[in-house]
């Protein structure tokens, strides 16, 4: 049991820098800084003010649950079920006329699946608001 908990500590440090640049990367994107403009020195200071956000905020919360349910409600319904359906319908659309009569008509079919997504992820979603009220 000790060893898998130094398994699981190891693995945590190791994968939180590369989670980290992804997100650094992303709030710069949305930041919409020029790639000119991002210097070693910014990215530096971007990362110590993220790194200070972070750890105040996980300082300050003490029960992750809600969190956990809530994202895994929305977040993951969205990435399980409604992405891939929206995508696959964009792809069938940019084919056009050379796209076959089944790839059609499974396109519009896939509006069911992606809405079987949205509706577990508000009744997910429910869920986890009710157990704050708990």
Same mark, same amino acid.
């Given at each position: 049991? @000790?060893?898998?908990? $130094?398994a699981?500590? +190891?693995? +945590?440090?190791?994968?939180?820098?590369? #989670?980290? %640049?992804?997100?650094?990367?992303?709030?710069i =994107?949305? /930041? &919409?800084?020029p790639?000119?403009?991002?210097?070693?020195?910014k990215?530096?200071?971007?990362? $110590?003010? /993220?790194?200070? *956000? $972070?750890?105040?905020? @996980?300082?300050? %919360? &003490? =029960?992750l649950?809600?969190?956990?349910?809530?994202?895994? @409600?929305?977040l993951?319904? !969205?990435?399980?079920y409604?992405?891939? !359906? %929206?995508?696959?319908?964009? !792809? +069938?659309?940019? /084919?056009g006329?050379? !796209?076959? #009569?089944?790839? &059609? +008509?499974e396109?519009k079919g *896939?509006?069911?699946?992606?809405? /079987?997504?949205i509706?577990?992820? %508000?009744v997910? #979603?429910k869920? @986890?608001l009710?157990?704050?009220?708990k």
């Amino acid at each position: 049991m @000790a060893f898998s908990r $130094i398994a699981v500590a +190891i693995s +945590i440090v190791f994968s939180y820098p590369l #989670a980290f %640049v992804g997100f650094r990367d992303g709030v710069i =994107d949305l /930041l &919409k800084i020029p790639a000119g403009k991002r210097t070693d020195t910014k990215l530096n200071q971007l990362t $110590i003010i /993220l790194l200070g *956000i $972070i750890t105040a905020l @996980a300082s300050k %919360v &003490k =029960d992750l649950s809600f969190l956990l349910s809530f994202a895994g @409600a929305t977040l993951g319904n !969205a990435l399980i079920y409604v992405f891939p !359906a %929206v995508m696959f319908r964009k !792809a +069938i659309k940019d /084919l056009g006329e050379s !796209a076959t #009569a089944g790839q &059609k +008509i499974e396109a519009k079919g *896939i509006l069911g699946v992606a809405g /079987l997504g949205i509706g577990m992820g %508000v009744v997910g #979603a429910k869920m @986890a608001l009710k157990s704050l009220s708990k």
